[in-house]
């Protein structure tokens, strides 16, 4: 069975597109990270409708059909050795490399096999068309749509991918030229791009097709379509949000190293101010505030670990901003 | 003496007035030739009439004059290749990566004659006319205020070509997503280590390239050792043996519509792949035995689906036949 697309009818002219990041997500996954959109969205969220894209069924067909546990050892390898290059003020840099390395192995299967990343674009292309049909359906025209992509983590790769293709290829109908469809915001959360980019670039001479990943054959950059007088970008708005201590956000105990940091011309950059643990509940970590509390309530701070690449806690900490993105006055 | 200042009409008025103008200039259009009902019947000259009064409209002459005599240009080009009267639908399935034929065939079909518009060039044409509705003759359409409802109803039969192009990239893509479950989906054929290893250094040989607009290659490398295989023997004893059997070979998915379906006898009459290459048995017809090395025999192979027949020479020759299927996973 190909994979299936979500058909959803629109209630007014706006749509959100969700697409999550590594693990195992399967269809109904995301309800909560749809109820916290819905909420963001406020009263406009009656005339809106919240898209999921799912690709771990795409992603299974190939870990099923192959093995390429070798080819996943040179590449983790070659992420450990690019991380012992940087000078990090860390105690275990090892076990911090070997984490972030079994993160970015989850990148494997789209790196190393040309054909598994062009199934999951082609599956998320698919998934744009139906959401096209969907809005069409319902009288509102591409030109009229308000469209908003929000990926996270491994998605921001796919995404990314995906509409510098449309960009590319204006058969596709998908663009702001070539489709009259201009998408009103591209959020990438704790986006990896340039993460992946540098280590595709150390292992180049294994990467098939590379002209074929965008990311790699191509300086990084706001996809964008032109006519004869005109340009437009395929997002009248991108942003990219990442923590300080997230280190699939390109950074590592706050150092933001450029090979690691994606950072596009033009795009409006949010660098979250994280903290590895939560006191009492709050990441805000004042002294004189904890010691208060706790002699109000007479009892020790509650310290709780904090998850620095939590999807729907970026969702959290900027609902005001997706607010005004998403909905603007 | 007085000077009064001709007075800029106030927004509502340059709404009312735009939405005027596109009344009349559409008024014309359809005294001129009505305008298709259904989007089926919309042809490239309507989305070419549509755009040239929107241009009119947007006064896109004065706003952008490069554009509007690029759109000029190749309303020229299409008018004198006679590929007006060409539906939408089929010119956007031209418009796809690989197309063949389309709308240059079918405008010879028609007029009889020799066209010299080449196909690609064709091709380039309609997405830049495409691009041009949808950038400039659009912000000079909004610049004169003109009422989205007005612009839909204007740029009908223009949005008729958009629609049917994406129609078509649409079809163009599923084909490719069933192609990739069809090589790589759960009933594909599972590869052993050796084939991954193959396969993946395969990637880098024409021939064996995934194409982002067309899906996978058909084409897959085979190394595979079979336990499961039957060996029978020529000799006059005319008797059967189970034996080991090694595989070297060429892999041939089959994409085209009708192969590859379930169901207990279809899959047999047109299954999703064959293959061919070389088939070695070990010195012995013995099962779970090398096969290759000393002694071994060599001969052709042929499989259909999951189902294989060899041959092999030598002193005791016979056909092979099994199938596809592993005893362990992965292995053999």
Not at chain 2, 209 to 223: D, N, V
Request: aromatic share 6%; charged share 20%; net charge neutral.
């Amino acid at each position: 069975m190909p994979p299936r697309v979500q058909s959803i009818p629109w209630t007014g002219t706006r749509a959100v597109l969700l697409i999550h990041g590594v693990g195992n997500a399967k269809v109904g996954d995301y309800v909560d990270l749809v109820g916290q959109i819905e909420r963001v969205l406020g009263p406009a969220s009656a005339e809106s409708v919240v898209y999921t894209f799912y690709y771990d069924q795409v992603n299974d067909w190939f870990a099923d059909k192959q093995q390429a546990g070798l080819l996943v050892g040179s590449f983790l390898q070659s992420m450990r050795s690019l991380l012992a290059t940087v000078q990090l003020d860390v105690s275990d840099p090892v076990s911090l490399g070997n984490s972030i390395a079994d993160l970015v192995g989850d990148v494997v299967w789209p790196v190393l096999l040309a054909d598994a990343r062009n199934a999951v674009k082609s599956t998320l292309i698919e998934q744009l068309f139906q959401i096209v049909e969907d809005a069409g359906t319902a009288g509102v025209p591409p030109r009229q749509m308000e469209l908003s992509v929000v990926a996270h983590s491994m998605g921001c790769f796919h995404l990314y991918e995906t509409l510098q293709t449309i960009a590319e290829d204006t058969s596709l109908g998908l663009g702001p030229v070539s489709g009259g469809l201009q998408l009103a915001n591209v959020i990438y959360m704790a986006s990896p791009v340039q993460l992946i980019r540098s280590v595709m670039e150390r292992i180049a001479v294994l990467v098939p097709q590379k002209e074929s990943i965008r990311s790699l054959s191509k300086p990084l950059a706001i996809p964008v379509q032109s006519s004869v007088e005109e340009s437009r970008p395929l997002a009248r708005h991108t942003a990219a949000i990442t923590g300080n201590l997230d280190p699939v956000g390109g950074h590592f105990f706050r150092a933001e190293p450029a090979w690691a940091f994606m950072n596009m011309a033009g795009q409006d950059t949010i660098i979250d101010q994280q903290q590895l643990a939560s006191v009492n509940g709050s990441e805000a970590l004042d002294l004189t505030e904890v010691l208060h509390t706790a002699l109000r309530d007479r009892s020790a701070p509650v310290i709780t670990p904090n998850n620095p690449h939590s999807w729907s806690e970026y969702v959290r900490r900027h609902e005001a901003d997706l607010r005004t993105w998403l909905v603007p006055a | 003496m007085t000077r009064t200042r001709a007075r800029r009409p106030s927004a509502s008025n340059r709404i009312r007035l735009s939405a005027a103008v596109v009344s009349i200039a559409w008024s014309a259009t359809l005294g001129a030739q009505p305008p298709a009902s259904r989007v089926e019947e919309v042809t490239l000259g309507d989305a070419m009439r549509s755009l040239t009064i929107a241009a009119q409209v947007g006064k896109m002459n004065v706003k952008r004059p490069l554009a509007q005599h690029v759109l000029d240009s190749l309303m020229g080009a299409f008018a004198s290749a006679r590929l007006t009267s060409v539906p939408v639908e089929q010119i956007a399935r031209t418009l796809q990566p690989n197309a063949k034929g389309g709308p240059l065939v079918t405008a010879r079909a028609i007029n009889r004659e020799q066209v010299e518009t080449r196909t690609g060039a064709f091709r380039e044409g309609v997405l830049r006319l495409n691009g041009i509705g949808n950038t400039e003759v659009m912000s000079s359409l909004r610049s004169e205020a003109v009422p989205g409802d007005s612009i839909t109803k204007l740029l009908a039969p223009f949005d008729a070509l958009v629609a049917a192009t994406r129609a078509a990239a649409r079809a163009r893509n599923r084909d490719a997503i069933a192609r990739f479950e069809r090589k790589y989906g759960p009933d594909s054929p599972r590869l052993n280590y050796l084939e991954v290893g193959l396969n993946y250094a395969a990637q880098f040989v024409p021939g064996f390239k995934s194409t982002e607009s067309g899906g996978p290659s058909p084409l897959e490398l085979i190394a595979s050792y079979s336990s499961l295989s039957m060996k029978l023997n020529d000799s006059s004893s005319a008797t059967a043996n189970l034996v080991s059997a090694g595989r070297l070979g060429l892999r041939v998915y089959f994409f085209g519509d009708g192969w590859g379906q379930d169901g207990r006898f279809m899959r047999y009459l047109k299954p999703a792949h064959g293959s061919l290459g070389l088939l070695s048995l070990g010195p012995q017809d013995d099962p779970l035995q090398r096969a290759w090395g000393r002694g071994y025999r060599l001969g052709p192979f042929v499989a259909w689906g999951d189902l294989f027949a060899g041959y092999v020479g030598g002193s005791n020759h016979g056909l092979v036949v099994g199938t596809n299927k592993f005893i362990i996973p992965r292995v053999f």
